[in-house]
């Protein structure tokens, strides 16, 4: 008997921890979603993204630095 009221205590402390926990929990989450966050991953694309672009830039620079270099030849 006294085993199953000590038992019973138990649970009854230990439930309003789990409630606080969860709201806690909940609190957090709802909070993250409002701040304007972007996952490491989306930054790693966008930093390749601006590699291949700044690479395929740098190749038109050249291809347009030929081109002016011929045309200037001609006359």
């Known amino acids: 008997m006294i085993e199953t009221l000590l038992q019973a205590i138990l649970e009854q402390i230990d439930q309003p921890k789990k409630d606080i926990e969860h709201n806690l ?3 957090l989450n709802e909070a ?3 701040l304007d966050l ?3 991953q989306e930054i790693e694309r966008q930093h390749l993204a601006l590699q291949q672009a700044h690479q395929r830039m ?3 620079q050249q ?3 030929i081109l002016e270099s011929k045309i200037q030849n001609k006359n």
């Open 25 to 27: 929990r909940a609190l």
């Open 32 to 34: 993250v979603e409002k």
């Open 38 to 40: 972007v996952s490491k």
């Open 58 to 60: 740098t190749q038109l």
């Open 63 to 65: 291809q347009m630095q």
